[in-house]
């Protein structure tokens, strides 16, 4: 099926293209918005309408969403509260006045020319996150989003302007968070983990209050001391994001960053009479991890990840001192003989952790290189002379095992 190209139609790139171009960065994909066009209209020009909240249709071609120009008014509790007004006469100033920041909040014909009547792009020059109108507090996830583009955008110097923060924090103490759903909270931290810098988005959350309501788990961690031997920057809190910042250099995959940002969660159980020590902190952050990990529904392969790096890190660290038996033993816990790549992620987490120490950002990691090495061995010890000789059952398991510590031994 084809459909209308863009300049059959009274239509604007707007959103987040026009920032990027701006800025010079990549382009992945173009959202267009369209003026004086009706659904019925847009579906007669091809269009493939989606969704039920408001008119949004995409080109079957190109695969771009085109929204109808339009207005919202609040009319209920959360993000969903809103009521869309969507008709011929809403202009593009109109669509633009209720969009949540004004670096969003511009337009570009189709050749390219800027549209800006507001003047927003001298907050992009100025690189200051503003909100376009005091409608932003209406629309809880605008928060987190506000703290994802100062994930996305740090490279760019952007900041928080003032003004934008004390509402970010007004909103917050009104309890309007605790409207938003745990897929939309984890759809806005996905994307921040998968930034470049996606410490800056809890860093940003937790200046607004927002951490403490959406993660306490990693809010409480803040506080917390750690030994200064191991850890000059001490606080549990900053060694989590130091710790997560060295996870971005480290790896792209966002699974592996959420385990670090979990992997220590036990020290903020532990008993403030023991600190700054933290022994058994591994096993008692098995449970608030798991309750970050419910609560906002994070999928199972990324929630199996978590866990297994906050419940062995410790052990993975102590690699290089270990006896051949342990050694085995640790591999197995890390599930390395049957499924390698994620035991190898879970050490790039762990590598992470050590990096996240202030003086050790750049550190080597030759745990990991020892714990891969040795399951290697492992995995080619062949049970085929047991298979031959009879053995089954216990008897198989135990002189499989025996076999494979001997071969470590050998290592």
């Not at 669509?95 to 511009?106: F, P, Q, S």
């Not at 605008?142 to 110097?157: I, K």
């Not at 952050?285 to 798991?290: D, I, K, L, N």
């Not at 599930?335 to 762990?350: I, K, S, T």
Request: include cysteine; aromatic fraction near 6%; glycine fraction near 6%.
């Amino acid at each position: 099926m084809k459909a209308d190209t863009p300049s059959a139609l009274n239509c604007f790139v707007v959103g987040g293209a026009v920032r990027d171009r701006l800025l010079g960065r990549p382009l992945h994909d173009r959202d267009w918005v369209v003026l004086g066009e009706t659904p019925a209209r847009m579906q007669a020009r091809g269009f493939v309408p989606v969704g039920n909240d408001f008119p949004v249709f995409i080109h079957p071609n190109s695969g771009e969403e085109y929204a109808l120009a339009r207005t919202e008014r609040k009319s209920g509790i959360g993000h969903q509260g809103f009521a869309f007004f969507a008709a011929p006469d809403v202009t593009l100033e109109q669509d633009l006045l209720r969009r949540d920041l004004t670096i969003n909040a511009m337009a570009q014909t189709i050749d390219g020319q800027l549209i800006d009547p507001f003047n927003f792009k001298a907050d992009l020059d100025a690189r200051l996150l503003r909100h376009v109108s005091p409608a932003f507090s209406e629309d809880p996830l605008r928060v987190l989003r506000v703290a994802r583009f100062a994930a996305q955008l740090a490279d760019f110097g952007f900041t928080l302007a003032p003004e934008t923060a004390a509402l970010m924090r007004a909103m917050v103490e009104t309890g309007e968070l605790n409207s938003l759903t745990a897929e939309r909270v984890w759809q806005e931290t996905h994307k921040a983990l998968s930034c470049n810098h996606p410490a800056r988005y809890f860093e940003h959350l937790r200046a607004v209050g927002a951490l403490k309501i959406l993660f306490p788990e990693v809010d409480a961690l803040f506080g917390v001391p750690q030994p200064e031997k191991y850890h000059p920057e001490i606080d549990s809190g900053r060694h989590t994001l130091l710790a997560l910042t060295a996870s971005a250099h480290l790896t792209q995959n966002p699974d592996i960053r959420f385990a670090v940002l979990c992997h220590d969660l036990g020290k903020a159980l532990t008993p403030p009479d023991l600190w700054p020590r933290h022994i058994g902190h591994e096993a008692r952050g098995v449970a608030p991890a798991t309750a970050l990990c419910e609560r906002l529904r994070v999928p199972k392969a990324t929630k199996e990840l978590a866990l297994l790096v906050t419940a062995q890190h410790g052990r993975v660290h102590q690699a290089l001192d270990m006896r051949p038996a342990t050694l085995l033993d640790l591999i197995e816990s890390l599930d390395g003989l049957r499924r390698p790549e994620r035991m190898n992620d879970a050490l790039l987490a762990c590598h992470a952790d050590a990096r996240g120490r202030l003086g050790a950002e750049t550190c080597d990691y030759p745990q990991a290189a020892r714990v891969q090495a040795a399951a290697e061995v492992a995995r080619q010890v062949s049970p085929t002379p047991f298979v031959a000789a009879g053995l089954t059952g216990t008897a198989m398991k135990t002189a499989l095992h025996q076999a494979r510590v001997h071969a470590l031994a050998a290592i």
